[in-house]
């Protein structure tokens, strides 16, 4: 027999991993369970047919390790455990063999008078024969006080296996069982989930080959995963040793899978004939070899078929290397989770014969083995997205044929004249905005609308002076002009200048940043022209409702700009060209035609910088430009000199601190919330409002979520296309919590279309505004909702102050109404009761003390303790009323312990004194 080795079980490690290491301790010593393999040694019996009595004199092995490998074979193979109880009393163990796969297993252990009684256990044995109902074999043993006991195992084992002999209190066991019980659970589920779904795609939804494969891949893997745990046998027959046989055959017909789904990912036309003669000779093999198993359910079967499946995952594994060696295309979106999860499997194999015995392999492979679920999770979106990609290509079949460029040197001759005419041309203009805009700066500092237009008309500067980049370029005079200062900022600022244009295309426009403050050194002229030429370009080309998305990401010494747009993209033969002067592509719209001009710039002034450019597209689907430009202090060297900082305005919001109220904290104006994630429109709109109320601004829906959770606003003013959580998603949010669903929310949006305006009113929106939207109109409507607001708090406060004869009850919203309703049950339930105070109050209502107050405040224009005193005057003018109590009675019927201050409050809300009150009414 093979030596037994250490290695930890495959579906025990992360049982393992929950106890922690407590091996050599007693029960006693520890809250986990104690590892016995240490003390535990093994004889084998080679003929199988000698009895305990035969085997107590023969010299047993010690087992140097806490997990071991028992062998495939026909062996008896005997195990001695010697235990001890160190306390003075008989105490009750139970011994736990950590495997599911032992065949056959009898226990031997004495009674008081010294006699071997012998349990029973293993798949192979009926389960109403074992001892114990577990998957794994326990035993239990009543250990007599400060004494030692030795217990004997037989195992008989046709199929190798791994296990480590632990040793439980009752109350260890339970917990152990109850851990494995957690983890079956959550694994099964997993499987379970993804076969499911994997299944329902290939059926409705994905009817591609490949993806079809894999799926027929994936059933093969989900039973094998349940016959290495023992338990889809049980679950197709009740017959142990068609059980047994049917968790073996589980993984052993992997390599069908295997192979069935590696002639759909690995071009084999392009390997010799050999291989593929190879593969259906391994499959005739599998058969095979599953026969016999099925015949004769022998160990030399099962070791024959466990090198197999070793050997087609070893095949496997070349012909990928091979096929990444030789450049041959290879799908990864189903090839990564599929050699994760064969990687993972072949941990357990390579362990179980003995191959490799280091602990460290079975931690890998369990890693795989989860790491292969959640790749493909992720790369099921993409497979998805490219196979309706494909299937939309094919139904349009769209031609797209490349232009001819004309004579360029006649062009380029043409192009600089004209350049040069007309930035000259449009220089005059720009003047008379420019210097009278720094006039009137000069002359209004604390107008804030200022600098956004001179820094807009900035940029109109900038762009027209590109007309004649071209022409310095040929010259060789452009040159870089090196800063220090915010790139992060810059970058930000120059983004934001784009989300109207994209809103009125209504395209999706996400931007971000890896670091929100990163000073460094670059040229903002050059960056500006090529993110501006590159982001107009991702724009023009994405149709409505599409999705452009820019990621900034800074290392120690570069910048990596992404600019990925979901629009037309650009043919195979065309993207060699794209940077080429002039040169277009044939527009599939008028509005797509251009200049050729754009992205020749783009392509030298990334040269310039000493930087790299690269373009991936795909037609229909979208282009992605990929940019790096060196933004440390070595790479430009001495010999480019550094300028100052001409980009030296103050960011828009720099001047107030975001998400603060603009006066002080005692202004008791009504606050706006105004959730807008572009800078300059939310300056403009907060300088509208902040002289009559106080602003709070948010960045975008996530940011305003908090906010409004956190401050309660009177009034909130939300964008709807926004980053991290849209409008409509914010105001159905707010809408549904009963802290913030008081707040009347208008919608601003360049989303004008029936539908739109209708989805946003239906989620709860108070109003809806399209953009460009007017000043005056803006301002009314939000004038005329809070003045809404303060008629409820005035109708509210009066049906609450008046005799109950006369109140009303004010329109409020459903929940707002059952709020109050709720307030004032919870209030008059407690009216006996003059301890009642406000954190009792907070508690029942199940909201905090603070969100409490500003909720009805907001509703009552009370406090919580005014509300709760007006509810008490008010049931005690009720019971003046009907003369049934006298004024005293009254007092404490409603929980006023001092008749002096109930007779003062009294008369403060209703104004007269409680006698007066019953006299007259």
């Known amino acids: 027999m093979a030596a037994i080795l250490q290695a930890p079980p495959f579906l025990c490690i992360l049982v393992a991993l929950l106890y922690g290491s407590s091996y050599g301790q007693s029960p006693e010593s520890s809250s986990h369970p104690a590892s016995v393999s240490f003390a535990t040694s093994y004889f084998v019996d080679s003929t199988a047919s000698l009895a305990l009595n035969d085997i107590k004199g023969e010299a047993f092995s010690p087992i140097s390790s806490s997990n071991f490998r028992v062998p495939f074979s026909s062996h008896s193979i005997w195990f001695r455990c010697v235990v001890q109880n160190p306390t003075s009393a008989e105490q009750r163990y139970y011994f736990e063999w950590q495997s599911p796969m032992i065949e056959r297993i009898d226990y031997y252990s004495p009674d008081s008078s010294g006699q071997y009684w012998r349990q029973r256990g293993g798949n192979l044995v009926d389960k109403e024969a074992r001892s114990y109902l577990e998957n794994s074999p326990t035993f239990a043993i009543d250990l007599p006080p400060d004494s030692a006991t030795t217990v004997y195992f037989r195992i008989n084992n046709q199929r190798g296996f791994r296990s480590d002999l632990r040793l439980h209190t009752p109350t260890q066991l339970l917990k152990a069982q109850l851990s494995h019980a957690k983890l079956f659970s959550f694994f099964s589920g997993l499987i379970f989930i993804r076969l499911f779904f994997v299944l329902l795609l290939s059926i409705f939804a994905i009817k591609e080959f490949t993806f079809r494969r894999y799926s027929l891949m994936i059933v093969f893997r989900s039973l094998a995963f349940w016959g290495i745990i023992a338990v889809l046998g049980s679950t197709l027959s009740s017959l142990p040793k068609a059980q047994v046989v049917i968790n073996f055959l589980s993984y052993h017909l992997l390599p069908i899978g295997y192979f069935l789904l590696i002639k759909a990912l690995v071009p084999l036309d392009r390997f010799p004939a ?192 590109q007309l004649l980049d071209l022409s310095k370029l040929d010259a060789g005079h452009l040159k870089p002009y090196i800063q220090f200062s915010n790139l992060s900022d810059f970058l930000r600022q120059l983004f934001a200048s784009y989300e109207s244009m994209a809103q009125s295309k209504e395209i999706i426009f996400l931007h971000e940043q890896q670091e929100p403050n990163r000073f460094a050194y670059f040229d903002a002229d050059k960056l500006e022209k090529i993110v501006t030429n590159l982001l107009s370009n991702a724009i023009k080309f994405t149709p409505q409702q599409g999705r452009v998305m820019v990621r900034a990401n800074y290392s120690e010494k570069e910048l990596h700009l992404t600019i990925q747009d979901y629009g037309i993209g650009i043919s195979e033969e065309a993207l060699p060209h794209i940077f080429d002067r002039y040169f277009q592509t044939s527009p599939t719209k008028k509005e797509h035609t251009g200049t050729g001009i754009g992205l020749a710039l783009v392509k030298e002034l990334v040269g310039v910088l000493n930087g790299t450019i690269e373009v991936s597209s795909t037609l229909h689907q979208g282009t992605r430009f990929s940019i790096r430009l060196p933004i440390d202090a070595h790479s430009w060297g001495q010999s480019t000199p550094i300028v100052e900082s001409p980009w030296s305005h103050p960011p828009v919001g720099e001047a107030v601190l975001e998400g603060e109220p603009t006066d002080s904290p ?30 709070l601004s948010a960045a975008n829906g996530q940011e305003g979520w908090t906010m409004a959770t956190d401050k309660i606003p009177d009034l909130i003013l939300s964008d709807v296309m926004m980053p991290l959580m849209d409008g409509y998603t914010l105001c159905e949010r ?74 009303s009850t004010p329109e409020f919203s459903q929940m707002e109404s059952k709020f109050l309703q709720a307030a004032i049950e919870i209030v008059k339930s407690h009216l006996h009761e003059s301890s009642f105070n406000v954190d009792e109050f907070a508690s029942e209502m199940k909201i905090s003390r603070t969100n409490l107050h500003r909720k009805l405040k907001a509703l009552s224009n009370q406090s919580t303790t005014e509300f709760i005193r007006t509810i008490r005057l008010n049931k005690a003018a009720e019971l003046l009323r009907k003369e049934e109590l006298t004024v005293s009675e009254t007092a404490y019927a409603v929980g006023y312990e ?24």
């Open 274 to 465: 050999m291989v593929s003669r190879l593969i259906h000779l391994l499959l005739a093999i599998t058969i095979a070899l599953s026969l016999a198993i099925v015949m004769d359910y022998q160990w030399r079967w099962l070791l024959a078929s466990t090198y197999l499946v070793i050997t087609c995952q070893g095949l496997i594994m070349v012909l990928y290397l091979v096929a990444i060696y030789r450049k041959y295309p290879i799908n990864w979106y189903y090839s990564a989770p599929f050699l994760l999860g064969m990687i993972s499997y072949s941990c357990l194999l390579v362990n179980l014969v003995g191959w490799l015995n280091f602990e460290w392999v079975f931690v890998a492979g369990t890693i795989l083995f989860i790491l292969e679920i959640f790749v493909f999770g992720l790369f099921l979106g993409k497979i998805i997205m490219d196979y309706q990609s494909a299937k939309d290509n094919s139904e349009r079949a769209l031609e797209v044929n490349r232009l001819k460029t004309q004579n360029l040197q006649e062009l380029d001759r043409l192009k600089t004249n004209f350049f040069t005419n007309i930035s000259h041309e449009f220089r005059s203009p720009l003047t008379l905005l420019i210097e009278p805009l720094n006039d009137l700066s000069k002359k209004h500092p604390e107008e804030t609308l200022l600098p956004i237009m001179q820094r807009n008309v900035r940029r109109l500067h900038a762009l027209i002076n």
């Open 666 to 695: 005692s202004d008791n104006r009504p606050i706006v919330l105004l959730v807008e994630d572009n800078p300059d429109l939310s300056t403009y709109i907060q300088s509208l409002f902040q002289d009559q109320y106080r602003v």
């Open 734 to 807: 707010l809408k549904a919590d009963q802290r913030t669903s008081h707040i009347p929310i208008i919608l601003l949006t360049a989303k004008v279309t029936l539908e739109d305006k209708l989805a946003g009113l239906s989620l709860g929106a108070d109003d809806y505004l399209a953009k460009p939207f007017s000043r005056q109109e803006l301002t009314i409507r939000v004038k005329n909702l809070l003045q809404q607001r303060q008629k409820l708090h005035e109708a509210f406060h009066r049906m609450l102050t008046q005799a109950p004869s006369q109140e």
């Open 898 to 921: 001092s008749l002096s201050y109930f007779s003062k409050s009294f008369k403060e809300q209703f104004g007269v004194s409680p006698s007066e009150w019953a006299l007259h009414k």
